[in-house]
């Protein structure tokens, strides 16, 4: 039901690393695309044998049913792929980032995945990214998420940006680059599923 903030700032254009940048290693290409796809799974599983009834039940009147989710993080997975490949690839590189030791990018890496998923921690969702009834019905709005999830994973795989080099504010209260912006989304999609279980664990949700 919520997202952080900091991607009310998001602009959805298109950009490049500068020449100079380095690109991922295989390492790290592996350990994002992973997941990202073992997170697009968890999402298939929770949605799985859900019905209409069932995907449109609503704890209260002002929270998000399982289909109002799942519209939000297929909207968010535009805006965050969006705000990393274009605002931050074309903001300057930043010194701080290029001065990291190994240990302090996987620090960072790590942190990302943890604040993300950590649903003590709300915000408002920017409106761009709130349900508005995008979808129909639970399939469509799967059908969205693998479409656009397809298009990270394939950009994850083949890029040559510098996403190690250009960053912004975070989640974390440090500078997040642009690597850790696309580890977001899969963190993003495992803390609304964890939403999505709570909807169900609900005394008055559906049987069926």
């Not at 790590?110 to 995008?134: F, I, N, W």
């Not at 969205?144 to 040559?160: D, P, Q, S």
Request: aromatic residues 6%.
């Amino acid at each position: 039901m919520r997202t952080f903030s900091v991607v009310a700032l998001v602009c959805l254009c298109a950009g490049g690393a500068q020449a100079q940048d380095q690109p991922i290693t295989a390492a790290e290409r592996a350990f994002l695309a992973g997941h990202l796809e073992r997170t697009l799974g968890v999402f298939d599983a929770a949605v799985k044998g859900v019905s209409e009834a069932q995907s449109k039940f609503k704890e209260t009147p002002e929270r998000w049913s399982i289909l109002e989710v799942a519209e939000h993080i297929a909207a968010t997975e535009d805006f965050l792929f969006g705000y990393a490949t274009g605002a931050i690839l074309k903001s300057p590189a930043k010194p701080e980032l290029a001065a990291r030791t190994p240990a302090q990018i996987q620090a960072g890496d790590e942190g990302m995945l943890v604040a993300v998923v950590d649903r003590s921690k709300k915000a408002q969702a920017p409106e761009p990214a709130k349900p508005a009834g995008r979808y129909a019905n639970l399939a469509a709005a799967a059908g969205a998420l693998h479409e656009k999830r397809a298009k990270v994973i394939e950009y994850v795989k083949t890029t040559h940006d510098g996403l190690r080099s250009h960053g912004a504010a975070g989640p974390t209260g440090q500078v997040s680059d642009a690597y850790q912006y696309l580890l977001m989304i899969a963190a993003h999609t495992e803390r609304h599923v964890l939403q999505m279980n709570q909807v169900k664990a609900n005394a008055g949700y559906p049987a069926r």
